[in-house]
């Protein structure tokens, strides 16, 4: 089989990355996902590399299309306004996945982690990337006057990234919206981080 054009080319990765995203790294071997793809194994080999370099080139795609994404652009407002709406956006998000898969990152380091190298460790680098990205956005804050100047952002970062990991874990047993904003607003209100847009 030829290697896919760059039109089929993204279109098996969007089923590839589907199909891990429901199943797991784990279920998802070279064989399943070759046999998904219409390709021999070989082609698969020749297309994507390992199985791990498939799932390198899916991440990216997963996270352009995650609603926490807009976190990485420029801040053009209230920080807190922003992290609510995002965590509210994702409650939506996850309760209307009728298969229940949470998160493809949060899925992958739970099958992956603690790793020292490979896959593992680059995932490890996401969840702890997107840490330090709220830590960047609540340094803004407080800068801003929003939280108090003496707050402690890292450890604020930490818990807030800590709150998005348990959401997409307990969307797969609650599945209500509401449920789950119920949740996610009781720990911004712990947290303090919690704004809602009085002007939406």
């Known amino acids: ?106 899925n992958t380091v739970t099958e992956l982690c603690p790793a020292k190298e490979g896959l593992g460790a680059e995932i490890a680098e996401l969840i702890l990337g997107s840490a330090h990205r709220l830590e960047e956005l609540l340094d803004l804050a407080k800068d801003s006057g929003e939280i108090a100047a003496d707050a402690d952002t890292r450890a604020l970062a930490l818990a807030l990234q800590n709150a998005m990991v348990g959401l997409n874990v307990m969307c797969k047993v609650v599945g209500s919206e509401e449920e789950l904003w119920l949740l996610t607003r009781a720990t911004l209100q712990g947290l303090g981080l919690y704004r809602e847009n009085i002007d939406a």
């Open 1 to 106: 089989m030829a290697r896919p054009t760059k039109y089929d080319r993204d279109a098996a990765l969007d089923l590839a990355m589907h199909a891990i995203w429901k199943d797991g790294i784990d279920k998802s071997s070279v064989k399943r996902l070759s046999e998904l793809l219409g390709m021999t194994r070989s082609s698969f080999y020749n297309a994507f590399g390992s199985q791990e370099d498939l799932v390198r080139e899916c991440l990216p795609l997963y996270a352009a299309a995650n609603p926490v994404a807009v976190l990485e652009d420029e801040v053009s407002g209230s920080v807190l306004v922003l992290i609510t709406q995002v965590l509210k956006d994702l409650c939506r998000e996850r309760a209307g996945d009728p298969e229940g898969r949470g998160c493809l990152i949060v």
